[in-house]
Each structure stands twice: as C-alpha cells, then as structure tokens.
C-alpha cells in the first residue's frame, strides 16, 4: 500500500560531482516527505559522482550507454514507492516545500499522470497560477508541458508504460503525451518552476540541444522540415519569451535554437527517406 507523503527520487547524472552535492543537500532539506528514497543513476561519471551520492545514502545505479529515457527507466525500476520524481543534477529547488507541493499534487488528482513547472505559459506569458494540460494543448503547444528535469509522475502508469529509451531527447514529453490521449492530465505549476535554465549555455550548446529535441520530438509527431522560407517566418514572427520583437531577432541564443531546429528536423526528414 502506498504510503501518503512517500516518494522515490531518480537523479541521472553524469561528471557533475558540484551540482550533485548541491541538489542532494536540496533535498535532505524538504519538508513534508516522511519517506524519500534518493535513487542516483551515473550515466559513466569520472569525477567520483557515484561514490559521492553513495556516501550520501542514495542508492547508485550505473548505465553504460547514455540515454535519458533508459536512466530513467532504470532508476524507476528500483523505486519503492507509487510517485516518484525526476531530477536532473544541477537543477535548484526554490523552496523547501517543493517536493511536497509535487507530491500532493499527483495524490490529490488520480487523474492527473504528472506535475511539473513553469515560468512561462505556451503562449510565452508569464505563469500566474497552474494550468492543466490536455492532449489538445500539448499537440498545440508540443515544446510546452512537463518536464524530466524536475517532474513528478505515477510509477503505475509508468510500469504500464516506460519512457522511450531510444529518443534523444523529449522521452519527457512523449510520455506525458501518451497519457494525455488516453484522458489523463499533467499540472504546470508555477510554484514547482525550479532554476534549470539552458538559455545561457554556449552558443554551439544551445544549437546542439535543440537539434537533438528536434529529432526526438520527429520520433512521435508530425513535424516535417522547414524550408528556408518557413524558418524566416518563424524567426522574424514568433517573439515569446522576448519583451520585444527587435530583441527576438537580435539574439544569437534564439537564432542557434532555431537553427538547430531547423536542421534537427531535415536530419530527421532524410533519416525518415532513407537518404
């Protein structure tokens, strides 16, 4: 039977010993989770992360192949408990009463498959209060929804169902998404928002990223390539997340996203051909 308040927590993680450190003392100091079980997968660490996290008592997994839906399928495997919740290493929890609030969230809605956060809406507003989303918002919006980096979801559908440990990238929201079309819900709270921000990585960093969620997100859904004319479209029109249309185009963040965008999705298009 499970336990209210229980909760397993899948770190994956690899060579990243200092954020490790952080993200575990993070959460030894929650409050509200009688029972944390702390599961840590090494995705081929150097750095001593494995041993770190076994003197903190977490239980140490090691993967061999890197792959983000196999780690977390792995670790899952393992949980003792009916929620658990994914974690990237070097993500930071803004309060003590986060775990918690991703708990409760799930056990006060059996009909929702997962809770993550946000800072932002799909549109690019900002995220006042928690919205839940639907198959027909995450086909809309398909970038937009929960989140492996800090989310909480249900062993049972997990069982029922594992990530897909041959994407890329986005095993996150494929996941979500099959359960979405068979009726579930997931929260985006912005109070469960946490500091895991990309949108500062190098340049090549940025593009390569998303390139790579290109590809992922061509495995599940209906995302031809762009010709040059819809990538023009695309960088001179759409400015969420941009307070401004002149800072939008200006800014070589946006412009490396959009261009891995763009060649993630020919990639996929010329696999997909047999080219």
């Known amino acids: 039977m499970s336990v209210p308040g229980a909760v397993s927590v899948i770190i994956r993680a690899r060579d990243e010993a200092a954020a490790l450190t952080g993200c575990l003392d993070a959460l030894r100091a929650q409050s ?22 076994a003197a903190r008592g977490a239980t140490v997994l090691a993967l061999d192949a890197f792959s983000f839906g196999e780690a977390l399928n792995r670790g899952a495997d393992q949980a003792a408990h009916e929620i658990l919740v994914a974690l990237s290493a070097h993500v930071v929890l803004p309060h003590a009463g986060w775990l918690a609030r991703a708990i409760h969230a799930l056990e006060a809605d059996s009909a929702l498959a997962c809770a993550s956060g946000d800072v932002y809406g799909p549109d690019g ?42 994407l890329p990238g986005c095993e996150d ?19 469960l928002a946490v500091v895991h921000d990309h949108t500062h990585d ?52 946006r412009a490396a996203r959009l261009l891995g965008d763009h060649a993630g999705r020919r990639a996929s298009a010329r696999i997909a051909s047999g080219d």
């Open 125 to 166: 507003e900002p995220l006042r209060e928690p919205v839940r989303q639907d198959a027909a918002l995450a086909r809309r919006r398909p970038e937009w929804g929960y989140a492996n980096g800090a989310g909480a979801f249900r062993a049972r559908l997990w069982r029922e169902r594992p990530f897909r440990a041959d």
């Open 32 to 53: 509200g989770a009688p029972e944390l079980e702390v599961i840590y997968v090494d995705l081929g660490s150097g750095d001593g992360s494995a041993q770190l996290a």
């Open 202 to 253: 190098p340049l090549r960093a940025i593009y390569g990223r998303a390139r790579r969620e290109a590809q992922g997100y061509a495995a599940f859904l209906d995302r031809g390539p762009q010709s040059a004319a819809q990538l023009a479209r695309t960088w001179w029109s759409d400015r969420r997340f941009y307070d401004s249309a002149l800072r939008a185009r200006l800014s070589p963040r």
């Open 173 to 191: 929201k494929e996941w979500a998404l099959h359960w979405l079309d068979r009726g579930y819900g997931c929260l985006i709270d912005p109070e």
